[in-house]
């Protein structure tokens, strides 16, 4: 397996990712691109990398710019101005992680054609420039306000009393900025940037959000929850439970009233009842839903775990961005209306953690459990067998060892019995 997983590179600092690695990404890179603006979330080990990888774009003769700490939708901005960006982060993943997404001027991330060109350099060492055709880093700045006023001019005012959870992430000073600068009576919480995550885990899932939670319940309003860097949002209605990045995909494609679009082939079917028809799927990763609404021209995509992108700005995912979006569409309703007026199918989603040196042997064994399974076999991304009544999917994760599993069937009944057996087949695999 190379160093890129579905989300650029990533993994344990001091074991998977270190300085040495930094410097190398940062002369691959620089071998290939002249000019580069370089961003970090708030991660204990975000210095050392952005450093490592500076060090790098000076030694291959490329021009640096130090971003300082902006969310990845901000530093995905401020590429446009270079001839990429890259931002140092590893999202919603624990504080001992970190690593290094990549983007091109549009805010898209490096593609599979880009991804291997940098590894090959990685591998080869990239080029060394002669001492007279190296740069002298410098700041970049602007970035975040550059970026609140272009979310201010597509989205426009929007006035509603919200609960912002930044969850000590990157958007701690910037995102409620933006709401207040929208018109929005916002409630911050976790808006310190704090690279241990203190608050809550930097994941914006159900579990992590109890204190949202609780607080839009007795408010009686909306809540909206980012991640560590900024480029996933989820919500929170006003009887404090938990919106889906599954659920929102499905309020976004309904309130924006789209023909077409873009999401992973674990997200919900509901999709296809909205649109009307088949939407394009993708393997899971933000990237690839990104490369087919590019490649095709659709006006929105995302993926269930919280990601949207709007190619209106870029094709870069914006929590912030989708936060504002989300508002202005209800135009005033409650969100717990809105949500509750769409079709719904029951869905379970699990994991399961697993040895990553057996990866390889995990992969086999999963497509030999998976394919026994009476049904339509698709392998898109992973092993994804529709029933007619429902569908399974089991893939290995492409930023953790572990493998994900989602199920999802028109009742819970039919539900319980294929994820019972989707669970089944996982563990014999694993054994």
Partial sequence: MGLFGSSG?????????????GVRIGRAVGSISGTVVVGKDPRTSGD??????IAGLIEAGAEPYRAGMVPTPTLACAASHFDCGLMVTASHNPPEYNGVKMWNQDGSA????QTEEVERLIAEGGRKAPWNEMFSERPWE?????HILTIMEEVGPVERSIVLDCGCGATGPISPRLFQDLGCDIVALNANPDGRFPGRPSEPSEANLGDLMSLCRSKGVVGIAHDGDGDRMVAVDEDGRYVSGDRLLALFASLLQVKDMAAPVDASMVLDDIVGRPIVRTKVGDMFVSEALKKKGLPFGGEPSGTFIFPSVNYCPDGMLAGAYLLKLLGGRPLKNVVGSLPAYPSVRDSFSFDPLVRKKVQDRLAEEMSSIEGDLTTVDGFRVDLGHGWILVRLSGTEPKVRLTAEARNQKDLDEIAELARARVRKALC
């Fill in 9 to 21: 590179i990533r993994g344990l600092i001091g074991k998977d990712i270190d300085a040495e690695l």
């Fill in 48 to 53: 050392l990398l952005v450093n490592a990888l």
């Fill in 110 to 113: 490096f593609d599979g054609e």
């Fill in 142 to 146: 602007g970035a975040i306000d550059e």
